[in-house]
């Protein structure tokens, strides 16, 4: 009775576990070159990028890595480099303003989402 339940719930572990993302489908390369936190004493954060993309240097921002407790509330910096991207929004709706969003995939394979709030050549 032990095996079975033992097969059961690995067999419902593996169903439920979340699938890493295929790196085919982040076909934007983006070069970090800076990372900044604010906000981190206050229990939430912001994480602002500098980057360029085809070219374009833009300044996205998005929600915080927190992988572990420690003085600066666990919040982490990403360091410079080079990441993989997709869109995942993107609204065109008029042809001067740029509203993005990029999806980052990082080296092991999780992903977080950071619009566009800069762009300059």
């Excluded at 339940?5 to 085919?24: R, T, Y």
Aim: hydrophobic fraction near 35%.
């Amino acid at each position: 009775m032990k095996r079975i339940a033992l097969a059961v719930l690995l067999l419902s572990s593996m169903c439920f576990a979340g699938k890493k993302p295929n790196p085919a489908d982040y076909p934007i390369n983006v070069h970090v070159t800076g990372s900044r936190l604010e906000g981190v004493a206050g229990g939430s954060c912001t994480q602002y990028l500098d980057g360029e993309i085809d070219g374009l240097h833009y300044s996205l921002s998005g929600g915080c890595d927190r992988p572990t407790a420690d003085i600066f509330g666990g919040f982490a910096t990403l360091k410079p480099g080079g990441y993989k991207a997709k869109l995942v929004e993107d609204d065109r709706s008029t042809p001067f303003r740029v509203m993005q969003t990029y999806e980052l995939l990082f080296p092991d394979g999780t992903t977080r989402k950071f619009g566009v709030y800069g762009v300059s050549e």
